[in-house]
């Protein structure tokens, strides 16, 4: 059972930047492709963004391309999501997932995910 430890959500205001961090308490992160998904209250868990094994591929969510960006360093064991130019909708809680893949998978829906985070809030508001 893999644990992962996300970091980095809080509160800024629109037009800020926030970058977030999972780490799988494991250090095991190279094993599996990644993914952040997020869910504001009173609404379905939505897909942010996803990268592969190596971090050699990724892809984010239509709309929020160009301000947000995924990225790994799988020698610190870490995942990050990049969030620029925060705009304030609901507070959501974000959250990382990991899948057991292939290293040239990449995926975008919630099924393929094993482990997940316990997530950390990001509030933007004026």
């Known amino acids: 059972q893999e644990q992962l430890i996300e970091s980095g959500g809080g509160l800024v205001k629109p037009g800020d930047s926030l970058k977030l961090s999972c780490t799988p308490a494991?250090?095991?992160?190279?094993?599996?492709?990644m993914g952040w998904f997020r869910q504001a209250p009173g609404q379905e868990r939505e897909f942010v963004a996803a990268i592969t094994r190596l971090g050699d591929s990724n892809t984010v969510a239509d709309g929020l391309r160009g301000r947000f960006t995924i990225s790994r360093d799988n020698a610190k064991h870490t995942i990050y999501l990049q969030m620029d130019s925060l705009k304030s909708p609901a507070p959501a809680v974000y959250s990382c997932a990991a899948a057991p893949a292939s290293y040239t998978s990449l995926y975008t829906e919630d099924p393929h995910y094993v482990y997940w985070g316990q997530g950390t809030q990001v509030t933007v508001s004026s």
């Open positions: 494991e250090r095991t992160a190279s094993q599996f492709a």
